[in-house]
């Protein structure tokens, strides 16, 4: 697919990956946390922070909204601003979230409902988020008084580079058509730093609700309390806050997307991997990945505080990831696999999201599959993988700047021989010891 651009990476199926792994922890939890403790009454004890680059890019836009303090590695304290007519987010110039999609969501609603009203604030962007847009959120936001200004030449791309000009949230926000439930994720943030109650009405499909579900968990833990009703065709979500400190501290457990990519490799390489602190009871919605390894044949069990994999795939899946899209780049190379060793094919649905994340993922994913021999046929919202005519040769997978993309690439080199990955680093979103921690 790709000549080599300076250095490449892989696996090979001579490769077996065995044993307790610990990847790093879940920068999702990382994210929603550092952001509620910015917004939150009192001073937040965060500890297991990862030094991937977007919780990286999370905690610095912290420190520019508010102090944090630095303790030993992975922890920190965090002052919270709440938000209040004479108080509020005010950060030094211009905030900056990197390529982070959930770190850009989050931060543009908490300073558009809690930065000092009536101040203006830039957040800045770069790499693939640039790209990316988010125009539900925005229309809520300026549903709701909120100003928002597009500070970059293409006027159809609602998204980043952006500034927005803080208002009082009202009683109640619309959220209409969302294409992420980031979206939904940034107005409940927003919403329950405010003391009082507030609605957030959602109005259509919410893509991937686990996520959604996963941030009001981290509200909950700050004390925000929720209520749910139906009206008419609309959700509606009661938010009652303020926000307040944890007492004790917020320990982030390890990223279930992560473990997912372990757990795999552990089955494609005729390995066992246990993933020793992250239970079944985990509230991050990947760690259905067990579910899905066993609709492949695989054995796949947890306990409350661990995960376990092994065992060859035997059989294709149909798998709907409407819930958790984050897996499918993984189930896709299983799948990949499964067919490259004649045992069936498979199909993946609910993967609409896909194409919008830091690379147009569906396509990638097609691609990648084709050139390593598989029959794959994409729509929309899904791809069938099914056994095809097996490719042979060196082969090089572009995986377009995208971790998620290099994982599952990785992944395929455990049954194709000569597949190298372009690009190794910027497995560094997620998990930058990833090369090292599984050879």
Not at 5 to 29: D, M
Not at 54 to 83: I, K
Not at 109 to 132: D, K, N, V
């Amino acid at each position: 697919m790709s000549e080599p651009q300076g250095p490449t990476a892989g696996w090979t199926p001579a490769l077996r990956i065995s044993g307790h792994v610990r990847p790093p922890a879940s920068k999702s939890l990382a994210i929603r946390s550092l952001l509620a403790s910015a917004l939150a009454r009192g001073r937040t004890r965060l500890e297991g922070l990862s030094d991937a680059d977007d919780v990286r890019a999370a905690l610095r836009l912290v420190e520019s909204l508010t102090t944090v303090r630095s303790v030993g590695a992975g922890g920190a304290r965090v002052d919270g601003s709440p938000p209040g007519y004479y108080s509020g987010l005010r950060p030094n110039g211009a905030v900056e979230v990197g390529e982070s999609g959930t770190l850009a969501r989050l931060a543009t609603g908490a300073l558009a409902f809690c930065g000092a009203p009536g101040e203006r604030h830039e957040i800045r962007a770069s790499g693939t988020l640039l790209a990316r847009e988010s125009p539900a959120l925005l229309a809520a936001l300026e549903r709701a008084g909120a100003r928002v200004e597009l500070l970059h030449d293409d006027a159809s791309r609602r998204g980043w580079p952006l500034a927005v000009t803080a208002v009082e949230p009202p009683e109640e926000v619309l959220l209409e058509n969302p294409t992420s439930s980031q979206e939904a994720s940034a107005l409940a943030l927003a919403l329950a730093a405010w003391p009082g109650s507030r609605r957030l009405v959602l109005r259509g499909a919410l893509p991937s609700r686990p996520y959604y579900e996963l941030t009001l968990g981290v509200l909950d833990a700050f004390g925000a309390r929720f209520g749910r009703e139906v009206r008419g065709a609309d959700e509606v979500l009661h938010v009652s806050g303020p926000l307040h400190a944890p007492e004790g501290a917020l320990i982030i457990e390890s990223d279930a997307s992560a473990a997912a990519v372990a757990l795999a490799a552990g089955c494609l390489s005729g390995g066992e991997v246990t993933i020793g602190d992250l239970g079944g009871g985990s509230p991050q919605g990947d760690v259905r990945i067990l579910e899905h390894l066993r609709a492949f044949g695989c054995s796949a069990a947890s306990t409350r505080s661990s995960l376990r994999a092994s065992g060859a795939p035997t059989r294709g899946a149909d798998l709907d990831l409407s819930g958790e899209p984050d897996l499918a780049p993984v189930l896709a190379a299983v799948a990949g696999v499964v067919a490259l060793r004649g045992l069936g094919g498979s199909r993946l649905t609910g993967l609409e999201t896909l194409e919008g994340k830091e690379s147009p993922r569906l396509t990638v994913l097609a691609e990648a599959l084709a050139a390593v021999g598989c029959a794959v046929e994409k729509t929309r919202d899904s791809l069938r993988v099914a056994p095809g005519s097996r490719t042979s040769g060196p082969l090089v997978l572009d995986p377009r700047n995208d971790h998620r993309m290099a994982f599952a690439f990785a992944l395929l080199g455990l049954e194709r021989e000569d597949l190298r990955v372009q690009n190794p680093g910027c497995v560094a979103k997620s998990w930058p010891s990833f090369w090292t921690d599984l050879a």
